[in-house]
């Protein structure tokens, strides 16, 4: 069975600070690992989806890394703003069919 | 390109009530999933059809839940009676691709239910 785990759970940073986000996952056998945004009381919102066979993905501010053979994610984001304090959630697609998610980390960004 | 739409938004019922969830997933999407998000948690899977076949329902409490998704769209979840430990956020999600190729899943924005 699929276990994902996302370390810190909570996080603060000053505004204009990068952060970096990880995820960990137990079988590497995955087709692709996708991260969300989740704002409170909202549905997720998918921010970067990574085939199993790369090794990052960018869009604007964000970078995401891939390392399947350790099991790991890292999310990065760049000069980070009030307006990314959110829940950040990674799911990871794995080959017995099932979209497995971590329990999140949620950041604040202090202005 | 909508989104996936779901419906209510909120739900507040008395313990041995029943409730029923809607979703629409996106045009075109095979696959839809159901998720139940207990506050501080990552989403757990409950059911997920491919077209209108159920692919997964390991974690369905199915005394309880129940699901169906109507000629490969629309899906509702029932929730029949409903438990204190049922109140939670739910998830409907789809995806292009049937599973396994590793297309990128959307979610709605969930229906919160509260059981008092």
């Known amino acids: 069975k699929q276990e994902v785990t996302q370390i810190p759970a909570a996080l603060s940073v000053p505004e204009g600070e990068n952060l970096v986000l990880n995820c960990s996952f137990t079988?590497?056998?995955?087709?692709?690992l996708q991260w969300f945004r989740q704002d409170p009381g909202k549905g997720l919102t998918s921010l970067l989806l990574i085939q199993s066979s790369q090794r990052e993905q960018t869009s604007g501010r964000l970078n995401a890394s891939l390392d399947k053979s350790s099991g790991r994610s890292t999310l990065y984001i760049a000069a980070s703003q009030p307006g990314d304090s959110a829940t950040y959630l990674c799911a990871v697609s794995s080959n017995d069919y099932k979209l497995s998610f971590g329990a999140g980390t949620t950041v604040t960004v202090r202005a | 390109e909508a989104g996936v739409a779901q419906s209510p938004r909120y739900k507040i019922i008395e313990k041995r009530q029943s409730v029923a969830f809607w979703c629409n997933p996106i045009s075109g999407h095979a696959t839809l999933y159901w998720y139940q998000q207990i506050l501080g948690q990552g989403p757990k899977l409950l059911i997920q059809f491919q077209n209108n076949g159920v692919v997964d329902d390991s974690q369905l409490p199915k005394d309880r839940f129940s699901a169906e998704r109507l000629k490969g769209v629309d899906s509702t979840l029932k929730i029949q009676p409903a438990k204190l430990e049922d109140s939670a956020v739910y998830l409907c999600?789809?995806?292009?691709?049937?599973?396994?190729?590793?297309?990128?899943?959307?979610f709605g924005q969930g229906t919160r239910l509260t059981v008092v």
């Open positions: 079988d590497s056998a995955i087709y692709n």
């Open positions: 999600a789809s995806s292009f691709g049937y599973w396994g190729s590793a297309t990128e899943a959307f």
